[in-house]
């Protein structure tokens, strides 16, 4: 399999992993988790991100990586870059540094809170979770749109 070929199957994996990931934790396991009692709810989210972050966390290093790798290998540098792997750029870089931040502050927060048992305090922070990750989902189809259509601009 050429470098190329490589660079390109990593990318598209880890995008899908992490697009896929939040929209199915949105749109079809928030809603599902919505009834259960708000200790059930807590735990539920908490293992849930316990195991899908770090995921997200190999895909945060491997997307960037792949993807230079494929400007340098597939696209031997243009320069000019193309408009439409300029905002695939700026879209990406946001989404990690969301996702870093959303770890560094709401996730590490809700874990304290979590282990201390405050869990409408735990709550709070499983709310500004879920705002983070709409706004990074957005955030990720759009990309998927620009990935996908902007060779065709």
Do not use: C
């Amino acid at each position: 399999m050429s470098m190329t070929l490589l660079l390109l199957a990593l990318h598209i994996l880890s995008a899908t992993i992490w697009v896929g990931g939040m929209f199915f934790a949105h749109m079809v396991l928030r809603p599902a988790a919505l009834p259960l009692e708000l200790e059930s709810r807590i735990d539920l989210w908490f293992r849930i991100f316990s195991r899908f972050f770090p995921w997200v966390w190999a895909v945060v290093f491997t997307l960037p990586l792949s993807g230079y790798g494929l400007l340098y290998v597939a696209f031997a540098n243009p320069d000019p870059t193309p408009a439409y792997i300029r905002i695939m750029q700026w879209l990406g870089w946001t989404m990690i540094s969301l996702f870093v931040f959303l770890f560094a502050t709401h996730f590490r927060n809700m874990s304290k809170m979590v282990h201390k048992r405050l869990l409408p305090e735990a709550g709070i922070y499983l709310n500004r979770i879920r705002i983070t990750v709409s706004v990074n989902l957005l955030l990720g189809l759009l990309t998927v749109i620009v990935a996908t259509t902007g060779r065709y601009w």
